[in-house]
C-alpha cells in the first residue's frame, strides 16, 4: 500500500454527486488536536463546497481516537447519512500506537458492518508528527478532505 506522492486532497470534481440533501455525522478525536483540527477544516469546506448546509453537519467531539467508535455509535442516533471518524494517531515509545491503530480500525469495520450508514476512517497513522502535517493540510493534502469526498460518494451509494 503506497501513498508516496499522493495528494489526498485531489478529487475529479466532476464525479461528485451534489450533497445538499446528504445529512452527515463528524466524530472528531482531541488528540493530536492542531492536526485533527485541521482535518476537521478539511471536511467541512470540502461539505460545504458541495452545498452541504451547516443544519445537516452534526460534530462530536471525542477525547481520542480510541473513543472515535462509540462517538461514532451515538452520532448515528442524530439519524445522520454517513458518519466520517476524524483522528490522528502517532507513533510514541510505547506499543500504543498499534493497539489503538489497530482497535480503531476494527471498530471502525465492524460500525460499517453493522450500522446502516458508511462510517469514513478519516484516521492517520503516521511515524511521526511530520508525516501528520503533511498530510492534515500539508504537501500531501488533507486526510479530512478525501473523507469527506468519500462520504458523500458512499451516500450517493446507498441511494
Ligand atoms: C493514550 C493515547 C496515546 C498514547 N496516543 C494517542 C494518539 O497518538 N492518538 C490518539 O488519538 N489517541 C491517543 N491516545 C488516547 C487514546 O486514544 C484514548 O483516548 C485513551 O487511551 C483513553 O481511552
Not at 24 to 51: A, C, P, Q, R
Not at 76 to 102: Q, R
Not at 104 to 127: E, R, S, W, Y
Amino acid at each position: 500500500m503506497t501513498t508516496a506522492n499522493k495528494n489526498l486532497s485531489f478529487f475529479d470534481k466532476k464525479s461528485i454527486p451534489n450533497a445538499s440533501n446528504f445529512k452527515f455525522g463528524v466524530v472528531v478525536s482531541k488528540w493530536n488536536e492542531k492536526i485533527t483540527n485541521n482535518l476537521l477544516d478539511g471536511v467541512l469546506d470540502t461539505l460545504y463546497s458541495f452545498n452541504v448546509v451547516q443544519s445537516n453537519i452534526v460534530v462530536f467531539e471525542v477525547p481520542g481516537s480510541f473513543e472515535l467508535i462509540y462517538g461514532a455509535k451515538k452520532i448515528n442516533e442524530k439519524n445522520v447519512d454517513a458518519i466520517i471518524c476524524l483522528g490522528s494517531i502517532i507513533k510514541g515509545e510505547t506499543k500504543h500506537f498499534d493497539f489503538i491503530s489497530n482497535c480503531v480500525a476494527n471498530g471502525i469495520k465492524d460500525l460499517n458492518i453493522h450500522l446502516d450508514v458508511p462510517v469514513i476512517f478519516g484516521v492517520l497513522t503516521d511515524d511521526n508528527e511530520q508525516q501528520a502535517i503533511d498530510r492534515s493540510g500539508g504537501k500531501y493534502g488533507n486526510k479530512g478532505v478525501e473523507a469527506a469526498i468519500t462520504a458523500i460518494k458512499m451516500v450517493n451509494l446507498g441511494k
